[in-house]
């Protein structure tokens, strides 16, 4: 996993230090969110959610309120993707910028796998992560980039 760090003015920002362990729970969650989407638990993926919570598309805002909302939400994700024949979730970090000690954005590739284990389109995402007061990390924002499609 790469750390990114952006320049403004020619200069560097100042980025929070983060650590091992850090990168480590970023990729834990990442696929913790991936297992729910595969299974379509979105009970499981409310659990990874701090509320309120926005996200962020072409379609505009979304604020998500509870984590009733956030359960609903996927819990019809694996049928949504199995139609479209994507038949595997799995998180592919391209940045994190700690932005404080407690907030990350994360930079989140998600390639369309095939049953047959092929890729054949991408989605990608941005996430703002917080960290709770028991030192948990929990999405709090999803800026949604858009998808990419290849002929399958």
Same mark, same amino acid.
């Given at each position: 996993?790469?750390?990114?760090?952006?320049?403004?003015?020619?200069?560097?920002?100042?980025?929070?230090?983060?650590?091992?362990?850090?990168?480590?729970?970023?990729?834990?969650?990442?696929?913790?969110?991936?297992?729910?989407?595969?299974?379509?638990?979105?009970?499981?993926?409310?659990? +990874?959610?701090?509320?309120? =919570?926005? !996200?962020?598309?072409?379609?505009?805002?979304?604020?998500? %309120?509870?984590? &009733?909302?956030? *359960?609903?939400?996927?819990?019809?994700?694996?049928?949504?993707?199995?139609?479209?024949?994507?038949?595997?979730?799995?998180?592919?970090?391209?940045?994190?910028?700690? +932005?404080?000690?407690?907030? =990350?954005? !994360?930079?989140?590739?998600?390639?369309?796998?095939?049953? %047959?284990?092929? &890729?054949?389109? *991408?989605?990608?995402?941005?996430?703002?992560?917080?960290?709770?007061?028991?030192?948990?990390?929990?999405?709090?924002?999803?800026?949604?980039?858009?998808?990419?499609?290849?002929?399958?």
């Amino acid at each position: 996993m790469q750390t990114q760090r952006g320049t403004k003015n020619g200069r560097a920002p100042k980025v929070a230090t983060h650590d091992e362990a850090s990168d480590g729970a970023i990729a834990e969650l990442m696929n913790r969110f991936a297992d729910g989407l595969t299974a379509g638990d979105g009970k499981a993926i409310a659990k +990874l959610w701090s509320v309120p =919570a926005l !996200v962020i598309s072409d379609a505009g805002a979304q604020a998500v %309120a509870s984590l &009733e909302q956030v *359960e609903s939400f996927f819990s019809g994700a694996k049928e949504q993707y199995a139609a479209q024949g994507i038949d595997e979730a799995r998180p592919d970090i391209r940045s994190v910028v700690w +932005l404080t000690p407690k907030l =990350a954005n !994360v930079t989140v590739r998600w390639p369309y796998v095939d049953r %047959a284990g092929r &890729e054949f389109g *991408e989605e990608s995402s941005t996430y703002t992560l917080h960290r709770d007061e028991d030192g948990s990390l929990k999405i709090q924002v999803i800026v949604m980039h858009g998808t990419k499609k290849k002929a399958h």
